[in-house]
Nanobody
Framework: QVHVVESGGGLVQPGGSLRLSCAASGNFDNIYYMAWYRQAAGNQRDLVASFTTGGTTNYADSVKGRFTISRDNSKNTGYLQMNSLKPEDTAVYYC?????????????WGQGTQVTVSS
């Protein structure tokens, strides 16, 4: 079993910063892929940023230049540094982690962490 836990959300004023963390634990060989999604009320879940095992990063146009995704492989933890936050960034942020175990890949999701940008 693999557990994925997000943390770091909260209430921040426009222009502020937050750093989200995504910690994976359990029975797996390594993390193949990690991504952050967000879902605002009444909307679909959209990809925000992703990080492949090869080091390739990808960002949604709406967050380019403001958000940075990173990973600490020694801790099986990923991060999303969010700067210059805007009210439209308000959403529940979810971490998707794809791990490998016995050469197979498995996808897991965390429970989400709320980010609210408001004055």
């Amino acid at each position: 079993q693999v557990h994925v836990v997000e943390s770091g959300g909260g209430l921040v004023q426009p222009g502020g910063s937050l750093r989200l963390s995504c910690a994976a634990s359990g029975n797996f060989d390594n993390i193949y892929y990690m991504a952050w999604y967000r879902q605002a009320a009444g909307n679909q879940r959209d990809l925000v940023a992703s990080f492949t095992t090869g080091g390739t990063t990808n960002y949604a146009d709406s967050v380019k230049g403001r958000f940075t995704i990173s990973r600490d492989n020694s801790k099986n933890t990923g991060y999303l540094q969010m700067n210059s936050l805007k009210p439209e960034d308000t959403a529940v942020y979810y971490c998707q982690t794809i791990v490998t175990r016995f050469r197979q890949r498995y996808s897991y999701w965390g429970q989400g962490t709320q980010v609210t940008v408001s004055s």
